[in-house]
């Protein structure tokens, strides 16, 4: 199972940006496809952003597309979650994790975690 980290959280005023990292430490991280989800407080966790193993295709939920930017890097094995104009209701607990190696017949990557296994998150609050 590849081991994942998450990164770059942190307290950003309503309108603001930040990126998210999700760091891989093994040679064959660029086999798997990735997603970012996130739980609010007092809320279930939810898929946000995926990207293919080749990274040529992504899908984001509803309530952040035209907001946030997934892309990966199978060179330097990071995916990355370039979130702008972020809203109070994008706080929460993120984490990245290796999705189920399927895609729709569009070629898009599906928000399903291949494991239950997650890390430790990266916080990130939006708030003024």
């Known amino acids: 199972q590849l081991h994942l980290v998450e990164s770059g959280g942190g307290l950003v005023q309503p309108g603001g940006s930040l990126r998210l990292s999700c760091a891989g430490s093994?040679?064959?991280?660029?086999?798997?496809?990735i997603g970012w989800f996130r739980q609010g407080p007092g809320k279930e966790r939810e898929g946000v952003s995926c990207?293919?193993?080749?990274?040529?295709?992504?899908d984001y939920a509803d309530s952040v597309k035209g907001r946030f930017t997934i892309s990966r890097d199978n060179i330097g094995n990071t995916v990355t979650l370039q979130m702008d104009s972020l809203k109070p209701q994008d706080t929460g607990l993120y984490y990245c994790a290796v999705l189920i190696p399927r895609i729709t017949v569009q070629g898009l990557c599906i928000m399903t975690p291949r494991s239950d296994n997650w890390g430790q998150g990266t916080q990130v609050t939006v708030s003024s």
């Open positions: 093994e040679s064959n991280f660029k086999n798997y496809p």
């Open positions: 990207v293919t193993s080749n990274g040529r295709k992504s």
